[in-house]
């Protein structure tokens, strides 16, 4: 089993839609959460992150971790095209120095008009 | 803030022969640097944890002496890639970690080099 695990897709959606995307993990320890978004042939990019359980907002984005069920998940509202992306979850042990990532294997989204 | 950058961001090379790729923090200071390989359709997967004037910790299965991780100084960190062979084929992207005011640390990425072994 992996440590965490995250469905592939390809997910599609009309623009305007509200997308979630989620994420689960084995490991109780982890304890702060991210995710980032990454375009083809290019490096990741970190969206959001958090390290309590609950929600966080930013903009049209967001994060919500629920630690008793090791869920996580992205919320985007009002998806616009540009937001077609692979979204990788990544998680960590703690947030002190060279904190190894734990990512997971990615969901792509299309977003179409 | 908080940009990393790779060089080459393409490299293509005959089997056998070795790459290096370079990992620049363009706009602060990197203790620690990380190094990825991510195959297609698949996640970053960890390489090696690069400390800047000591030596990188590799993850279990990654060969220290084919993957040779040099961080000289704290904006700089080199993989070579040793006689490299069909398999090495991959996309490579290294991070850096930043310590933000707050006192947060996060990992900001590079672009990522994409490897192509003949």
């Known amino acids: 089993q992996k440590e965490v695990e995250q469905d592939p897709g390809p997910l599609s959606v009309p623009e305007g839609a509200i997308v979630s995307l989620n994420c689960t993990y084995s490991?109780?320890?982890?304890?702060?959460f991210m995710w980032y978004r990454q375009y083809s042939r290019k490096g990741p990019e970190l969206l959001m992150y958090?390290?309590?359980?609950g929600n966080k907002e930013d903009g049209r984005f967001t994060a919500q971790v629920d630690k008793s069920s090791k869920y996580i998940s992205l919320f985007i509202r009002d998806s616009q095209p540009s937001d077609s992306a692979t979204y990788l979850c990544?998680?960590?042990?703690?947030?002190?120095?060279?904190?190894?990532?734990?990512f997971g294997t990615g969901t792509r989204l299309q977003v179409t008009l | 803030g908080a940009v990393v950058s790779q060089h080459p961001s393409w490299v293509i090379c005959k089997s056998g022969t070795s790459v290096k790729i370079e990992c620049r923090s363009l706009?602060?200071?990197?203790?620690?640097m990380f190094w990825y390989r991510q195959f297609p359709k698949q996640s970053l997967m960890l390489m090696a944890t690069?400390?800047?004037?000591?030596?990188?910790?590799?993850e279990q299965g990654v060969e220290k002496d084919k993957f040779l991780i040099n961080h000289a100084s704290l904006t700089l960190s080199t993989l070579t890639v040793t006689s490299a062979h069909p398999e090495d084929s991959s996309f490579y992207i290294c991070?850096?970690?930043?310590?933000?005011?707050?006192?947060?640390?996060?990992?900001?990425f590079g672009p990522g080099t994409r490897l192509t072994v003949l």
């Open positions: 991070s850096a970690e930043y310590f933000g005011p707050s006192g947060n640390n996060e990992q900001f």
């Open positions: 490991n109780s320890a982890f304890q702060y």
């Open positions: 958090t390290y309590s359980s």
């Open positions: 990544a998680m960590s042990l703690n947030t002190g120095t060279a904190s190894k990532l734990t």
């Open positions: 706009d602060f200071q990197a203790t620690t």
């Open positions: 690069s400390n800047e004037g000591s030596k990188a910790t590799y």
